[in-house]
């Protein structure tokens, strides 16, 4: 298949969807959303898990968004359109492979496996809590505590976060994270209510489906049945702010909602639009974004509003602010004090995170009669004899690099971490330099021999295989900074740093060793069972108390309120 064959079944779906009423199709996407996401976080067997999946949801929206759906048009989906609209949407998913006789067999994989992660990886986890108390602290809690810090830091250039926020939109942060819970448990006490299948039945399915050599059109058959039966709730999916407002609420009231609502939410129409525009045409049709990532709420007539994807509205939680903010500083006055913010993050989680550690945090000091300043981040860990110096960066990852992750787009993107990664051994050098900022922890630095430090760059970004695709880089550049570096080296994304203390924390591994491991596979670039970032397949149980949950409590208060009037 060529992407010009994908693009006649994306425009064969499209067709397939014009004849429908538009609400009806949204509420139809919602539904599905719910019954992907839902079953794949709350029940322990997903009979649809194979047959319905993000991507099939995704594909179905930006179809959609593509279609001449219209309010006046009467007709419903069905049960029975599905099989064929099914089928144009799965044909029209279409990666684009390298050419293998020019290229290495183990790059084109590498890249393959990279641009579908990028577009499909970050959707499919269920990490609302965690994503709620990190925006929590990166956008008001943090900003609120170190701001005399990032005032004498960023002087003229410094933004009061969560101040600009409120005054911009009206509502905090806080209350913005606690709307947008509230919206969650909305479509989850939907779900519970009307498609949580009975754990007998699907006992029973999953009994069935292992004695069939080839269940697809079993399994299918109960999904459209399921579907069939949602029709005549499709309009429960739809809410006003009537359905959120809470008695006695400081934020759960009429006028903070629609606040939020005027904030998030767009009509299908204004969507529409944008998704002709040059940044949503980029790739090909599986992998662009969809508008739904930037504003995941639709407005219909009568102020009445849908979450179409509940997948996108998880997403969205942190990046929505950010580009909230971004867009008032197109400059870079917002960047650098989220900078500032995100080291503090980084140094926060750290210490908190690690026992039986030293951390030296970052240290101006006087060389060479010129100011300087030390790393964001040192870590001794007296045990192992070992030293981690650390460098923050709120670098985010640029969609053309997620597209195309062994373009140009990458290595401009990481210029920075390079930059990093120069100044990183001179600044070791210091440590070792017998400066009076240092002296408290002199004696503890000098036993630590240069064989055991590793150099590490946090960024607020994530490109999956990220380590890996900057060693190709690294050996096809002979004069790469990374060629031939003095110590042992990561780059890693906040995910996988927060994954990393956690296992610390929770397993009690040894960290000198996670990160050697992490430095050896990562420039190893053969196909092998797991990425660096995954640190050899180590994994966490589900029900983990991560470090961020404690900041969640405070938000959750009037959710479980809502949640329990709801029921």
């Known amino acids: 298949m060529d992407e010009r064959t994908a693009q006649q079944y994306f425009s064969n779906s499209i067709s397939l969807l014009n004849r429908y009423n538009s609400p009806d199709i949204w509420c139809f996407c919602s539904q599905l959303s719910c019954i992907e996401y839902f079953m794949n976080s709350l029940e322990e067997d997903n009979i649809f898990a194979h047959r319905l999946h993000f991507e099939r949801i995704s594909m179905l929206t930006k179809a959609t968004l593509s279609s001449n759906a219209r309010n006046y048009k009467t007709d419903i989906i069905r049960s029975r359109s599905l099989p064929k609209l099914f089928n144009y949407l799965s044909e029209a998913t279409f990666f684009d492979f390298p050419d293998g006789d020019s290229v290495d067999s183990n790059l084109i994989l590498l890249t393959v496996i990279s641009k579908i992660a990028n577009a499909q990886f970050p959707y499919q986890r269920s990490r609302i809590s965690t994503d709620m108390a990190r925006a929590y602290l990166l956008y008001d809690l943090i900003p609120k505590q170190e701001e005399n810090y990032l005032k004498n830091r960023y002087k003229t250039n410094y933004v009061n976060i969560p101040k600009v926020f409120e005054n911009q939109n009206g509502i905090t942060v806080k209350d913005y994270l606690i709307i947008t819970f509230v919206i969650f448990a909305f479509y989850m006490i939907l779900y519970n209510k009307y498609i949580k299948l009975k754990s007998d039945f699907v006992n029973s399915v999953v ?134 913010v995100f080291e503090k993050y980084v140094q926060f989680l750290t210490s908190s995170r690690l026992d039986g550690f030293i951390f030296i945090p970052e240290i101006s000091y006087q060389k060479n009669n010129v100011q300087a300043g030390g790393i964001d981040l040192v870590i001794i860990d007296e045990a192992n004899n070992a030293m981690i110096g650390i460098e923050v960066k709120s670098k985010k990852v640029s969609l053309d690099t997620k597209l195309s992750p062994m373009s140009d787009s990458l290595d401009q993107d990481m210029q920075r971490i390079y930059e990093a990664f120069k100044k990183l051994p001179s600044k070791i050098d210091d440590l070792y330099a017998e400066l009076p900022e240092y002296t ?74 996670l990160l050697h491991h992490y430095w050896k596979s990562s420039i190893d670039i053969s196909p092998k069972k797991h990425s660096s970032q995954l640190f050899g397949g180590a994994i966490l149980e589900e029900t983990t108390d991560y470090f961020l949950h404690q900041y969640i409590d405070d938000i959750f208060v009037e959710v479980d309120r809502f949640a329990r009037r709801s029921i």
Request: proline content about 5%; charged content about 25%; some cysteine.
């Open 207 to 340: 009994a069935k489906i292992q004695k069939l050599e080839e269940p697809n059109d079993f399994i299918f058959e109960i999904l459209f049945r399921l579907i069939e039966y949602l029709v005549p709730f499709r309009n429960k999916f739809i809410f006003n702010s009537s359905s959120l407002i809470l008695a006695d609420s400081d934020v759960l009231n009429e006028e903070m909602i629609n606040k939020y609502l005027a904030l998030t939410s767009r009509t299908p129409t204004h969507l529409s639009d944008l998704q002709n525009k040059a940044t949503y045409k980029k790739g090909s049709i599986s992998l662009r974004l969809c508008p739904l990532e930037r504003y995941p709420i639709l407005k219909f007539e009568n102020d009445q509003y849908l979450v179409p994807n509940i997948r996108y509205f998880d997403a969205s939680i942190e990046k929505f602010i950010h580009f909230e903010m971004q867009d008032l500083f197109p400059s870079n006055q917002f960047n650098d004090t989220f900078g500032g």
């Open 440 to 513: 408290k922890w002199q004696k503890i630095i000098n036993k630590i021999p240069r064989e055991n430090i590793y150099c590490l760059v946090v960024i607020s970004g994530s490109l999956f295989y990220l380590p890996e695709l900057i060693n190709q880089f690294r050996i096809k550049d002979e004069s790469h900074i990374l060629n031939n570096y003095r110590y042992k080296y990561g780059i890693m994304s906040i995910d996988n740093y927060e994954h990393l203390i956690e296992l610390v924390y929770h397993k009690k591994n040894n960290l000198p060793a």
